[in-house]
Nanobody, 130 residues
Framework: QVQLVESGGGLVQAGGSLRLSCAASGRTFSTYAMGWFRQAPGKERAFVAAISSSGGSTSYAGSVKGRFTISRDNAKNTVYLQMNSLKPEDTAVYYC???????????????????????WGQGTQVTVSS
């Protein structure tokens, strides 16, 4: 069982930056691939970024590539999403998610589908004003 708590959301002007953090409970954080998703009002939840359990592989949605960076610190049980050059269309509730895979899976695998994930945080609101 993993509990995820996001923080770092807020209101920012277009062009600004925010860094989201997701703190995970438990001692097996390094066995989980992690991801960030977002849901804007009236829209479906969408993939934003993913990182493998080792941190060695990452993936981004096209809309955020080059502006957002996902990273993790396994010693701190935390995954981050650095968001730069924010746009009003980035406004959404951002969720982090954890995907457990047994040791037989590659530590360089990442996942972009919401159904691949086993645990979700409660979300943090990001609002970008124009």
């Amino acid at each position: 069982q993993v509990q995820l708590v996001e923080s770092g959301g807020g209101l920012v002007q277009a062009g600004g930056s925010l860094r989201l953090s997701c703190a995970a409970s438990g001692r097996t954080f390094s066995t989980y691939a992690m991801g960030w998703f977002r849901q804007a009002p009236g829209k479906e939840r969408a993939f934003v970024a993913a990182i493998s359990s080792s941190g060695g592989s990452t993936s981004y949605a096209g809309s955020v590539k080059g502006r957002f960076t996902i990273s993790r610190d396994n010693a701190k049980n935390t995954v981050y999403l650095q968001m730069n050059s924010l746009k009003p269309e980035d406004t959404a509730v951002y969720y982090c998610a954890a995907a457990y895979r047994p040791p037989t899976y590659s530590r360089y695998s990442y996942y972009t589908g919401g159904s691949d994930y086993d645990y979700w945080g409660q979300g943090t609101q990001v609002t970008v004003s124009s």
